[in-house]
């Protein structure tokens, strides 16, 4: 199956108009498409389908748990099809079968092990402030986050457990917004407490997994760890030359 991977689009305020990959079968956008909602409309009527992950950004101003349910009847009335701790399967042109397991996957701040948390935390708490989201009718800081974290970790975990391959499927391809591994981290801050927002230690998961696509990070990434392939495809800002290298119509193969 081919993929063509975006995110980080950030269509509240960037310019930039997508197009169909040519010989994609499938679009998966990975989080932070627009924070006002309004781009979505750019991809009804899309050739392929389309399947979307939230990003932190389309929570911003907003309740978390209502957002779930208010983006999901937003982005499906276009025809976006969205994996919030979910999973699906489809098939390809050749008939093999890939289940889609798509989670936000929010930074449990562990990404430097349990004994930095405090200290990442901490940095992660301005990156709160500027979401300005709530939880509970609570402010969603770093705790919260923390805990939401933890559900979409469990949720993952119990899922990949399953095997990345299986009666129904043929193959796992995993999308989160946040990252599986510091290896994601930018490499123009490279690792520092800022970057346990960004980057979760879900290493120990990946082996339930082919493929794992995410965003959040304002760069792009192509590495493998084990047999698992990590691709990310984010655009970012133009202003900050983030957009440099990203190609919009790239194709990511499944069982390439």
């Known amino acids: 199956m081919k993929l063509q991977l975006l995110s980080d689009l950030h269509l509240e305020t960037e310019s930039f108009e997508p197009r169909p990959a040519p010989g994609a079968e499938l679009l998966v956008l990975a989080g932070d498409v627009d924070t006002s909602w309004r781009s979505f409309e750019l991809f009804r009527g899309w050739p392929v389908p389309v399947l979307f992950v939230p990003g932190n950004h389309e929570f911003d101003r907003r309740d978390v748990d209502a957002t ?18 979910e999973a699906c399967v489809l098939s390809d042109a050749a008939g093999l079968r890939v289940r889609f397991v798509g989670s936000t996957r929010w930074c449990d701040f562990d990404a430097f092990g349990p004994g930095q948390r405090e200290r990442a935390m901490r940095a992660g708490g301005y990156f709160q402030k500027v979401m300005q989201a709530t939880r ?4 969603f800081d770093a705790a919260a986050v923390r805990e939401r974290a933890l559900e979409c970790r469990a949720w993952l975990a119990t899922e990949l457990a399953r095997g990345e391959t299986g009666p129904d499927w043929d193959a796992t391809v995993v999308i989160t917004h946040f990252a599986p591994s510091l290896k994601s981290a930018d490499p123009r801050y490279g690792r520092q407490p800022g970057t346990a927002s960004f980057c979760n230690d879900d290493e120990a998961l990946l082996s339930g997994a082919r493929l ?36 919009p119509l790239r194709v990511v193969e499944v069982f390439g």
């Open 68 to 85: 779930r349910t208010e983006l999901r009847t937003h982005v499906e009335g276009l025809g976006l099809s969205m994996l919030d701790d």
């Open 136 to 139: 509970h009718g609570q402010p």
């Open 212 to 247: 794992w696509l995410h965003g959040h990070l304002h760069c792009r990434h192509d590495y493998r760890l084990g047999a698992t392939r990590i691709v990310s495809n984010a655009r970012g800002h133009v202003r900050k030359g983030e957009a440099e290298g990203f190609d």
